[in-house]
């Protein structure tokens, strides 16, 4: 039996693998068909938009804690009102505990991602207890906790399509000094704090996985599901709080002057200062060693999958409005301290905030909610939606490039909810995608072009600087999840490869009308929802009309390099006056259309681009030349819009 199962196995591999596998050409690897290895559904459409009978769960809370600011603890109350719109019913609930992460013997402790955020924070969450909602009564959960993620176990499964489920839970844990999303900074006016992943949220539970449970471990951030977040932050008085969304009690936290000037920046398009460093040193010595009452902030945000706040006396505050198409507006503020002052510095951030928005509004999809805020303080670069956090000594074209940035992830990953722990890419690099166009933009190219750690970082042209990632040896693919990076090569692969292969698809590949129009209406498409890769892959073939698996193939799922090379030129008959034969060879796996320039000796110059099919049979072409004089010279991309890993065979010369 055993002998025979053997040889069946044997013969069955060597008819089913070795025709597909090892007697392809490199073009047949490249343009296979079959792409897509999973079939659509009711869920999800073949033309990449969600399906007749999508479906989300939704996540609703109510947040109260309050901040001790001599003891750093933040304690409090979430309430959480989940909404189970799956067709499966659903015996248990999963929850994310990201404060868990700096447990001493949690996973992120011991796959040491990040040696500060060990050292800095404390004990993760300590929960107090754990109550859901049964006949209007609130009794004691079932529930256990696994590293970052709680389990509730129900008594009755929690019905499909329309099973609400509450749940509340009484928490605290001491803010970190710096965490790199959360974190304490000293200023002369006092300190700043910035808050985020303070409470509980649940998991997403999906079409993909069902509950996806990946645990926290510092780099791969969040996939969440979108609802009404209802908060308050309860501190000593004279703090200025900003939070996510629209502040509920301006009258009772803010004074007739905040409220005036405010007045006054929702209608201008120049920055309006809402509290100037004078007021805030004075302000700060009023209430100097005295015990002050504590005073409630409300804020409340809709169809958002999260919320952060920034609270501090030291805080200077100016603000703009920001214009969206169709006379819709918004504000942009920022926060910063004293020390952050400056034209080179915080006193232009409202500007580029405001610019930003305006043009990513303008470009993509319309900013949704009513504030954009950018809180200067110890956090490097981090985003939330409405609110970002970014490095309070950070200047000039660096304070642009963060601040567009940050606030570029509203659009992803807080607006397009794509789940960041798996697809970095699809958050990092779309933005950074954004970034290039916008950043080109600001004040008649005042920073242009962008040139970062996010997107060629030496300076130079992207298509060259790209060749050291693609080639690095065991560099991840673009589709790696964000914690399997090693930290060095996140930011080339993430960022920079994904945002140049985008701009190769606009700029060379499809061409600005149809990618645009693609990418748009994947955005509005997948607005407040959850898009995969292959959602996004099907949206933008089916939107530029274009089988792009070679390119997804080639870019996106594997590391291939491109080598174009011009490998000879002969005339028709040996007589220049009948045309010239152009050999071309595509060397490596990565197939793209070739750019070419060809000088003839009579001066005429030709630039040809050849589609990306010359390449579909063979990995050698012929280009006939019309031409009536002997060649000078042939030039393959000569714009260095390809990333070519050997130029040297890219001219041919008589
Ligand atoms: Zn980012």
Not at 41 to 63: C, F, H, I, L, M
Not at 301 to 323: G, Y
């Amino acid at each position: 039996m055993k002998k025979i199962n053997t040889l069946l196995i044997v013969s069955f591999f060597l008819i089913n693998t070795l025709p597909l596998f090892s007697q392809q050409t490199t073009s047949q690897k490249a343009f296979a068909s079959l792409f897509y290895n999973t079939q659509v559904n009711q869920y999800r459409s073949a033309d990449g938009t969600p399906g007749e009978s999508y479906w989300q769960n939704q996540a609703n809370y109510k947040v109260q804690v309050a901040l001790d600011t001599t003891t750093n603890i933040i304690s409090g109350k979430v309430e959480i009102d989940y909404r189970n719109n799956s067709p499966v019913a659903l015996p248990f609930v999963w929850l994310q505990l990201d404060q868990n992460i700096s447990k001493p013997d949690s996973r992120a402790a011991a796959s040491s991602y990040s040696e500060s955020l060990l050292k800095t924070s404390k004990k993760g969450f300590h929960i107090k207890n754990v109550k859901i909602l049964i006949e209007n009564k609130w009794v004691d959960a079932n529930y256990l906790i696994s590293d970052t993620r709680m389990q509730i176990r129900l008594n009755t499964d929690l019905t499909a399509k329309k099973g609400q489920l509450k749940i509340a839970i009484n928490y605290d844990y001491i803010l970190g000094e710096n965490d790199g999303r959360a974190a304490i900074l000293s200023t002369k006016n006092g300190k700043i704090y910035e808050v985020s992943y303070f409470y509980p949220r649940m998991c997403v539970f999906d079409d993909i996985r069902g509950w996806d449970t990946k645990p926290f471990l510092g780099a791969g951030e969040f996939y969440l599901d979108y609802g009404t977040i209802d908060y308050s932050v309860t501190l000593p008085k004279g703090m200025l709080v900003m939070g996510s969304g629209s502040l509920l009690n301006p009258k009772e936290t803010l004074n007739k002057q905040d409220l005036a000037r405010l007045e006054i920046a929702k209608k201008s398009d120049k920055t309006v200062v809402i509290r100037t460093p004078k007021e805030v040193e004075k302000s700060v010595k009023k209430t100097k060693n005295k015990t002050l009452e504590q005073v409630t902030w409300h804020f409340k945000m809709e169809n958002t999958r999260d919320v952060a706040w920034a609270a501090s006396t030291a805080f200077v505050w100016d603000a703009a409005k920001i214009n969206l198409p169709k006379g819709k507006t918004a504000l942009a503020m920022s926060v910063y301290p004293v020390e952050s002052v400056g034209d080179t510095a915080w006193s232009r951030a409202t500007e580029y905030l405001k610019q930003s928005v305006e043009s990513f509004s303008d470009k993509w999809f319309v900013y949704p909610y009513p504030v954009a805020i950018n809180v200067g303080g110890r956090v490097g670069g981090m985003e939330f939606p409405g609110i970002t956090f970014d490095y309070w000594k950070v200047t000039s074209k660096h304070l642009y490039g963060i601040i567009a940035h940050e606030i570029g992830h509203d659009w992803f990953p807080m607006i397009v909810g794509s789940n960041e722990r798996r697809y970095a890419w699809m958050d990092e690099g779309f933005n950074t995608f954004m970034d290039i166009y916008t950043q080109a933009e600001f004040n008649h190219g005042e920073y242009a072009p962008k040139r970062d750690g996010e997107y060629a970082p030496k300076g130079g042209n992207p298509a060259d600087e790209i060749i050291a990632v693609m080639t690095k040896p065991e560099i991840p693919v673009i589709m790696t999840a964000a914690d399997n990076f090693k930290s060095e090569d996140t930011h080339p692969v993430s960022y920079f490869k994904t945002a140049f292969g985008l701009v190769l698809l606009r700029e060379v590949i499809v061409d600005p009308q149809r990618f645009d129009y693609a990418f748009k209406n994947y955005v509005t498409n997948w607005a407040f929802k959850h898009p995969t890769p292959y959602d996004f892959f099907r949206a933008m073939e089916n939107g530029t009309g274009e089988d792009l698996a070679w390119f997804w193939r080639g870019w996106f799922l594997n590391n291939w390099t491109l080598d174009q090379a011009v490998t000879d030129v002969q005339y028709i008959n040996n007589d220049p006056k009948q045309g010239a034969l152009i050999q071309l060879e595509n060397k490596n796996k990565l197939v793209l259309p070739v750019l070419i320039r060809i000088t003839e000796s009579n001066g005429k110059i030709n630039n040809i681009k050849l589609p990306v099919e010359i390449w579909e049979r063979d990995s050698h072409f012929t280009l006939k030349l019309d031409s009536n004089s002997t060649i000078k010279t042939v030039e393959l991309d000569p714009e260095h819009k390809l990333p070519d890993v050997d130029r040297s065979n890219n001219s041919w010369n008589n």
